[in-house]
């Protein structure tokens, strides 16, 4: 008699154990986020908030007026509810920084050549007129045709009139005659861009190793527009 209520009971309980189960997996559903443990075979639902992130402006006159520039790519932060009904941080914000320029418009059409540094009226070291940001200077024969910008990353050297472009201009170059735009950097000048300026007209030079290697021919429908003034 002892042994059949005894199995009763336990009959009961199991029951009872099972409806609480269910009525707990059925809350647990209710929740919006699902996070894994280690082992991937338990799981548990919790509540989430999202921090949505700020857009930061900054306003630089080394930028042509009114072009845009990212710096920093914003990125929501998230946070959770613990048991005691706290929100705890599971992800930090980052805002979003936008550079916007307030420079001058630069954007032009003019002439684009081709030299290099054993060209007739260069003395053959192949130094440029600029130092660069750090000080030192920059020899297109012991340095090559591209310089390595902390922004724009490598970029052609170039030479323009200063009195336009200072030292450290970085420039979108295109024309039909290109097969993609290219970017370059002013770094060095010269008395046809001088005289040309003189005239009104826009004329930057690409620098090449050497006159040999100029695969380019001159372009009189060339577009510059300005990506950065100056360093």
């Not at 799981?43 to 949505?52: A, F, G, V």
């Not at 706290?86 to 630069?106: A, F, H, P, S």
């Not at 300026?197 to 380019?216: M, Q, T």
């Amino acid at each position: 008699m002892n042994t059949i209520i005894y199995n009763l009971i336990k009959n009961f309980l199991s029951v009872i154990v099972i409806c609480l189960t269910s009525i707990t997996s059925f809350n647990l559903n209710q929740e919006n986020i699902q996070i894994y443990n280690q082992d991937n075979i338990k799981s548990t639902n919790i509540s989430n908030k999202i921090i949505k992130y700020d857009v930061i402006k900054k306003y630089n006159f080394k930028l042509p007026y009114g072009e845009e520039k990212i710096i920093t790519e914003g990125q929501n932060g998230i946070q959770v509810l613990d048991s005691n009904n706290n929100y705890i941080t599971l992800q930090e914000k980052i805002d979003k920084v936008v550079e916007i320029g307030l420079g001058k418009n630069g954007s032009y059409n003019g002439i684009l050549t081709s030299y290099g540094p054993d060209c007739a009226s260069c003395d053959g070291r192949g130094y440029v007129s600029c130092p660069k940001k750090d000080g030192t200077w920059f020899s297109i024969i012991n340095d090559g045709i591209y310089y390595n910008d902390s922004e724009y990353g490598d970029v052609r050297v170039v030479a323009a009139d200063q009195r336009e472009f200072p030292c450290g201009t970085v420039l979108e170059i295109s024309n039909s005659y290109l097969n993609e735009p290219i970017y370059g950097i002013v770094l060095d000048t010269g008395y046809s861009m001088k005289k040309a300026y003189n005239n009104g007209i826009i004329h930057i030079d690409l620098a090449f190793k050497s006159e040999k290697e100029i695969n380019i021919n001159t372009n009189n429908d060339t577009n510059f527009n300005v990506k950065r003034w100056g360093w």
